[in-house]
């Protein structure tokens, strides 16, 4: 009984030792996690979404209204420029060609009558043996026969283009990668000219509509490279360039992005239209910057004293934005505050221009005493990456 009130007594005084440990906070010296200042590659880039198209994309559609008789080529076909690639039923249109070439032929067999009309009347005015009034009105119905030709000749031309319409014909060099009737459907071309066939002119050519966000828009310029990948192809990293930055805005639930084209070279044919690209936009990159982590960027200690106004930053070379800001390196045991000079962000590391060495040992974090109070005087935003 003894024992147990001593092996009892011993575990109370441990638990009030460690409770009074707990709440002075502990009394051991402050200590300090540091990250070394390095070099090595940095890159800045801006990420997007988009869709990959074919750079020349034909909709193949019909003038005319009809019944499809016949389908020449299909999905996935090679085309060439004036292939035949279907057939509309010609029947009523070669009736109308008929019916407008017998139209024409009475029109011209009437011009003939108006003028042996015209020619007798003017002999006989000449041997006063006619009015002018007759004369005019002979020359007045050559004018009108001569006009009606003129529009029989328009109504035939009509009606023969609307039958040579019925074959419908592909306008450009390229592949079938879309078709949307099949034989006996009925098009009806009175409003609008339906879509039969969906034509790309050079799969290995394409581009991808990345649609940009306005907070970015401004580092992204024509000529600069993109890195991008597909979900077909998850390990595969592929490869374009800015080809044009469109002024049109578009804007979705209040959200403004701007179609950014970007030129892909599909040569081995890898890619398809429609797939959803994750771009990267490369704005800046450095082979052997000096570097250090945006952690050492966030850290404060608990004394530490505000500085006026915060960070400061001035426009750079295209695509940064020189920043001044305050880090702190561990000189002994205490961290000392130092200004710097930023370029750009990963989102993980920050390039330093001026203000600090290689191998420089820079605080991230604070443990031991004092630690949460240093810990709730950062910022949780500062030094993520930035954008301009």
Do not use: W
């Amino acid at each position: 009984m003894k024992r147990i009130t001593l092996i009892g007594g011993a575990v109370l005084l441990v638990l009030l030792a460690l409770f009074a440990f707990r709440r002075c906070g502990g009394n051991g010296p402050a200590e300090y996690q540091t990250v070394t200042v390095t070099r090595g590659p940095i890159t800045q880039a801006v990420t997007a979404t988009g869709t990959l198209n074919p750079v020349v994309n034909v909709q193949v559609g019909s003038q005319v209204s009809g019944n499809i008789q016949k389908l020449f080529v299909d999905f996935n076909s090679k085309v060439k420029a004036g292939e035949v690639v279907a057939q509309i039923d010609p029947t009523l249109f070669k009736a109308a060609v008929t019916q407008a070439e017998g139209d024409l032929a009475s029109a011209q067999a009437a011009l003939e009558l108006a003028k042996i009309n015209d020619a007798r009347t003017q002999e006989l005015f000449e041997k006063k043996n006619s009015a002018q009034a007759d004369v005019d009105q002979a020359v007045a119905n050559l004018h009108q026969a001569e006009a009606n030709v003129k529009f029989k000749q328009g109504a035939l031309d009509k009606a023969q283009a609307d039958l040579d319409h019925c074959t419908i014909t592909s306008p450009v060099d390229g592949e079938v990668i879309s078709r949307s009737v099949d034989v006996g459907q009925t098009v009806a071309a009175s409003l609008s000219a339906p879509v039969i066939f969906t034509i790309a002119n050079d799969l290995a050519k394409m581009q991808i509509d990345a649609n940009v966000a306005e907070a970015d828009i401004g580092t992204v310029e024509a000529e600069q490279k993109v890195d991008f990948t597909v979900d077909a192809f998850p390990q595969r990293t592929f490869h374009g360039e800015v080809v044009q930055v469109r002024n049109a805005p578009i804007t979705v639930q209040n959200v403004v992005t701007y179609d950014t084209v970007i030129g892909v070279n599909n040569a081995d044919l890898k890619l398809k239209p429609g797939m959803t690209a994750n771009v990267s936009i490369v704005g800046a990159q450095r082979d052997n910057a000096l570097k250090i982590s945006n952690a050492a960027l966030r850290f404060r200690p608990p004394d530490a004293t505000p500085r006026p106004g915060g960070a400061t930053g001035h426009r750079g070379k295209p695509g940064e934005h020189l920043t001044e800001r305050t880090v702190y390196v561990l000189r002994g045991s205490k961290p000392s505050p130092v200004q710097i000079k930023t370029g750009i962000s990963d989102g993980i590391y920050t390039e330093v221009l001026d203000g600090l060495q290689e191998g420089d040992r820079v605080v991230t974090a604070m443990t031991g005493k004092g630690a949460s109070s240093a810990q709730s005087s950062n910022n949780p935003l500062a030094g993520g990456q930035r954008r301009f």
